[in-house]
């Protein structure tokens, strides 16, 4: 039986041949009537209890001896239906009855009380004494050998329960059974057993003609059978891919029955159809091994995900906090294997090695940038340079007692920036850059260098000629930044000016 891997042998023998029958002549006996007085019996035992179950007992007389006491009815209850189940007939030749009479008597320190076994083997031996047991008729003792003629004993192999034959000596095939195991065993293996259930039966009658040798059983449990496989083609396959595949030679594969919309079609040359049906004749072993071994897992353990909402990012926008880390979950399981493929797991003990980091992500629930601003901004102030974003106020000078290398212009997520002064965009950049995020670097037609930092989103790029006050990007808070705003930079030969001495809001 697939999965019950064990080979056994049946410790009982078949003996049901091998039964006495008895029978009775019934005409000859008649039935002992014994009569037990058992209502005297409960009010006998009322009266003792009535005065006190240590002091007295009832005596109990059958057929005028003195059978013993007993202190509680259901004894006298037992011993009657003991009897009534041991002796059936006794050759009396008429009807008699036995009688048993009860009486009162004080306990003394050497008082036997009986049970209900005891007082039957006491009735019994009166009644054994009275009357002689009539002889039965016994027939003749009918032996197995007899019951089954020609036949002789053997021992029946079966696999699954399929007779493979009879043998006279079962050790040679258990021997070499055990071998085959041993052959594959490792200490890796903890268990290596037969797919299939060997049964030895023994002691069974056969026909002497269906005995074998038990070479002839060896030879075929752990020999090969044939088996049919079928194989369907695919959309890609080539005669010799499947030929590769099913480790035969293309010769081998052409000669296979092949059919296509239930038809024989025959395998060769470029026509390979899709569908095409073909019939492989293989063999595998009668017997297959199972072997088990204990193996250990890791398997992933994912880690859960908390969304932050955050007004500060811009509607949709997604940003990473913290990243999660997978934890680790580590396994002891038994794995059985089928010809090196795994058919059965049974996990025996799992443990948390280490537990999942859970990842934290905050998603933008605030204003989306608005696309629809002028592309010129119309009032560019009285200085130098125009105020280069849509209003804003200054969050942070240059220096800051923190080497701060420009002026940090504080305003809404997607607020407007425009160029300082007219030039050429010679950088632009996009993620993380160094901490400036999304930045834009251009070179004035002064010779300056403005770099506008942290933007949400460019909308200018390199080789573009901007006027003063041209749109150029979007207040954002990208790279090294924890808030929108607009990092401005002025450069002149490596050094960094202060804005405020160029700009006029």
């Given at each position: 039986?697939?999965?019950?891997?064990?080979?056994?042998?049946?410790?009982s023998?078949?003996e049901s041949?091998?039964n006495?029958k008895r029978?009775?002549?019934?005409?000859a006996l008649?039935?002992?009537?014994?009569?037990f007085p058992?209502?005297?019996?409960?009010?006998?035992?009322?009266?003792v209890?009535?005065?006190?179950?240590?002091?007295y007992?009832?005596?109990?007389e059958?057929?005028?001896?003195n059978?013993?006491v007993?202190?509680d009815e259901?004894?006298?209850?037992?011993a009657?239906k003991t009897?009534?189940?041991?002796?059936?007939y006794?050759?009396?030749?008429?009807?008699?009855?036995?009688?048993?009479?009860?009486?009162?008597?004080?306990?003394?320190a050497g008082?036997?009380?009986?049970d209900?076994d005891?007082?039957?083997d006491?009735?019994?031996?009166?009644?054994?004494?009275k009357?002689?047991?009539?002889?039965?008729?016994?027939e003749e003792?009918?032996?197995?050998e007899?019951e089954?003629?020609?036949?002789?004993?053997?021992f029946a192999?079966r696999v699954?329960?399929?007779?493979l034959?009879a043998?006279?000596?079962y050790?040679?095939?258990?021997?070499?059974?055990d071998s085959?195991?041993?052959a594959?065993?490792?200490?890796d293996?903890?268990?290596?057993?037969f797919e299939?259930?060997?049964v030895y039966d023994?002691?069974?009658?056969?026909?002497?003609?269906?005995?074998v040798?038990p070479g002839?059983i060896?030879k075929?449990?752990l020999?090969?059978v044939?088996t049919?496989?079928?194989?369907?083609v695919?959309?890609?396959d080539f005669?010799s891919s499947?030929?590769?595949?099913?480790e035969?030679?293309?010769?081998?594969l052409t000669?296979?029955y092949?059919t296509?919309?239930?038809?024989?079609?025959?395998?060769?040359?470029d026509?390979?159809?899709?569908g095409?049906?073909?019939q492989?004749?293989?063999?595998?072993?009668?017997?297959?091994?199972?072997?088990?071994?204990?193996e250990?897992f890791r398997?992933?353990?994912?880690?859960?995900?908390e969304?932050?909402?955050?007004d500060t990012?811009?509607l949709?926008?997604?940003?990473?906090?913290?990243?999660g880390i997978k934890?680790?979950?580590?396994?002891?399981?038994l794995?059985?294997?089928?010809?090196?493929?795994p058919?059965?797991r049974?996990?025996?003990?799992?443990?948390?090695y280490?537990k999942p980091?859970k990842?934290?992500v905050?998603?933008?629930?605030?204003?989306?940038?608005?696309?629809?601003?002028?592309?010129?901004?119309?009032?560019?102030?009285q200085?130098?340079?125009?105020w280069p974003v849509?209003g804003g106020?200054?969050?942070?000078?240059?220096?800051?007692?923190?080497?701060?290398?420009?002026?940090d212009?504080?305003?809404?997520y997607g607020?407007?920036?425009?160029?300082a002064?007219a030039?050429t965009?010679y950088?632009?950049g996009?993620g993380?850059?160094g901490?400036y995020g999304?930045?834009?670097k251009?070179l004035?037609?002064?010779?300056?260098v403005?770099?506008?930092?942290?933007?949400?989103?460019l909308?200018?790029?390199?080789?573009?000629?901007v006027e003063k006050?041209?749109?150029?990007g979007y207040?954002g808070?990208?790279?090294d930044?924890?808030g929108?705003h607009l990092?401005?930079?002025?450069?002149?030969?490596?050094?960094?000016?202060?804005?405020?001495?160029?700009v006029?809001q």
């Amino acid at each position: 039986m697939a999965g019950s891997n064990m080979v056994s042998r049946k410790d009982s023998k078949a003996e049901s041949g091998r039964n006495t029958k008895r029978s009775v002549s019934a005409q000859a006996l008649d039935a002992v009537n014994v009569i037990f007085p058992m209502a005297a019996v409960a009010a006998l035992i009322v009266t003792v209890n009535s005065f006190n179950l240590r002091d007295y007992g009832v005596c109990v007389e059958y057929d005028g001896q003195n059978i013993g006491v007993i202190t509680d009815e259901n004894v006298l209850g037992e011993a009657q239906k003991t009897i009534s189940d041991r002796i059936k007939y006794y050759d009396t030749q008429n009807s008699d009855f036995i009688n048993a009479s009860l009486k009162i008597e004080p306990l003394s320190a050497g008082t036997v009380i009986l049970d209900g076994d005891v007082l039957a083997d006491k009735m019994e031996n009166v009644i054994s004494n009275k009357f002689e047991e009539s002889p039965v008729e016994v027939e003749e003792e009918i032996t197995e050998e007899d019951e089954i003629e020609g036949k002789v004993k053997a021992f029946a192999i079966r696999v699954d329960g399929e007779l493979l034959g009879a043998v006279t000596d079962y050790e040679p095939i258990e021997k070499a059974l055990d071998s085959y195991k041993t052959a594959y065993n490792n200490n890796d293996y903890i268990k290596v057993e037969f797919e299939k259930e060997v049964v030895y039966d023994l002691e069974e009658y056969v026909d002497p003609e269906s005995i074998v040798a038990p070479g002839e059983i060896i030879k075929t449990v752990l020999g090969r059978v044939g088996t049919t496989e079928y194989y369907e083609v695919k959309d890609g396959d080539f005669l010799s891919s499947i030929a590769a595949d099913h480790e035969m030679s293309l010769a081998e594969l052409t000669s296979c029955y092949a059919t296509y919309e239930g038809k024989p079609v025959e395998l060769g040359g470029d026509m390979l159809k899709t569908g095409t049906m073909i019939q492989f004749s293989t063999t595998e072993p009668y017997l297959d091994l199972e072997c088990t071994k204990e193996e250990s897992f890791r398997t992933d353990i994912d880690f859960p995900v908390e969304r932050i909402q955050d007004d500060t990012l811009p509607l949709g926008e997604q940003v990473v906090e913290v990243e999660g880390i997978k934890g680790e979950r580590r396994s002891r399981v038994l794995v059985t294997y089928r010809n090196n493929i795994p058919v059965r797991r049974k996990v025996l003990e799992t443990n948390v090695y280490s537990k999942p980091v859970k990842q934290i992500v905050r998603i933008g629930i605030g204003p989306s940038i608005n696309y629809n601003v002028a592309e010129f901004k119309l009032d560019v102030g009285q200085g130098q340079y125009c105020w280069p974003v849509e209003g804003g106020y200054i969050s942070a000078h240059i220096g800051d007692g923190r080497n701060h290398k420009g002026l940090d212009i504080a305003a809404p997520y997607g607020t407007p920036i425009y160029a300082a002064e007219a030039g050429t965009v010679y950088d632009a950049g996009e993620g993380w850059c160094g901490g400036y995020g999304n930045n834009i670097k251009i070179l004035n037609d002064d010779g300056n260098v403005c770099v506008y930092a942290h933007q949400a989103e460019l909308a200018a790029g390199v080789g573009d000629h901007v006027e003063k006050g041209q749109l150029i990007g979007y207040v954002g808070s990208t790279g090294d930044s924890t808030g929108n705003h607009l990092h401005f930079e002025v450069r002149q030969d490596g050094y960094y000016l202060d804005p405020e001495e160029f700009v006029s809001q």
